[in-house]
T-cell receptor
Framework: GQNIDQPTEMTATEGAIVQINCTYQTSGFNGLFWYQQHAGEAPTFLSYNVLDGLEEKGRFSSFLSRSKGYSYLLLKELQMKDSASYLC????????????FGKGTSLLVTP | DTGVSQNPRHKITKRGQNVTFRCDPISEHNRLYWYRQTLGQGPEFLTYFQNEAQLEKSRLLSDRFSAERPKGSFSTLEIQRTEQGDSAMYLCATDPVTHTIYFGEGSWLTVV
């Protein structure tokens, strides 16, 4: 089984930087994914990490430490439209390569 | 638009009725997944296909649930004798054997 933990809620100010943490435990780690999900919509892919280090994609960056079972998603220059739920998901080669999701972090960006 | 199409997008049904959802993936994507998501939770894995073969089923997938993927193309998820606890968004996702999994728009089920 897998335990994926991330904070339930976070609040940040427009223009600021926010870091959303995710910790996990898995036996057959095969990648960590971050998804964004707006209310009432399906998740949309943000990033993928399989090796340690930082992956940068525009305003969003994702970091992975496999030895610590830890990842974070960094959002820079926050915009109001970034208010959404951010889902951390781990892929396990022992589970048919399915993604197992955390419960998500609800981010509220305030003016 | 991820290219993964699901229908119907919304379904309201009476308890005890059967419902079927369909997923049309991007044609060259070999892996197909079904997930269920309830309010305030992350998506929960239901089942997984590699081409037409159903390779894994979650314990969440009771005997009232069945999924098929004939010919390795579109997939259907049927729920028999629906219960109020089945109310959720049902998500289809496909994977072109790379490291990106694409979700469809989801099918909302409300059981009344």
């Amino acid at each position: 089984g897998q335990n994926i933990d991330q904070p339930t809620e976070m609040t940040a100010t427009e223009g600021a930087i926010v870091q959303i943490n995710c910790t996990y435990q898995t036996s057959g780690f095969n990648g960590l994914f971050w998804y964004q999900q707006h209310a009432g919509e399906a998740p949309t892919f943000l990033s993928y990490n399989v090796l340690d280090g930082l992956e940068e994609k525009g305003r969003f960056s994702s970091f992975l430490s496999r030895s610590k079972g830890y990842s974070y998603l960094l959002l820079k220059e926050l915009q109001m439209k970034d208010s959404a739920s951010y889902l951390c998901a781990v892929r396990d080669r022992n589970s048919g390569y399915a993604l197992n999701f955390g419960k998500g972090t609800s981010l509220l960006v305030t003016p | 638009d991820t290219g993964v199409s699901q229908n119907p997008r919304h379904k309201i049904t009476k308890r005890g009725q059967n419902v079927t959802f369909r997923c049309d993936p991007i044609s060259e994507h070999n892996r197909l997944y079904w997930y269920r998501q309830t309010l305030g939770q992350g998506p929960e894995f239901l089942t997984y296909f590699q081409n037409e073969a159903q390779l894994e089923k979650s314990r969440l997938l009771s005997d009232r649930f069945s999924a098929e993927r004939p010919k390795g193309s579109f997939s259907t998820l049927e729920i028999q004798r629906t219960e109020q606890g089945d109310s959720a968004m049902y998500l289809c996702a496909t994977d072109p054997v790379t490291h990106t999994i694409y979700f469809g728009e989801g099918s909302w089920l409300t059981v009344v």
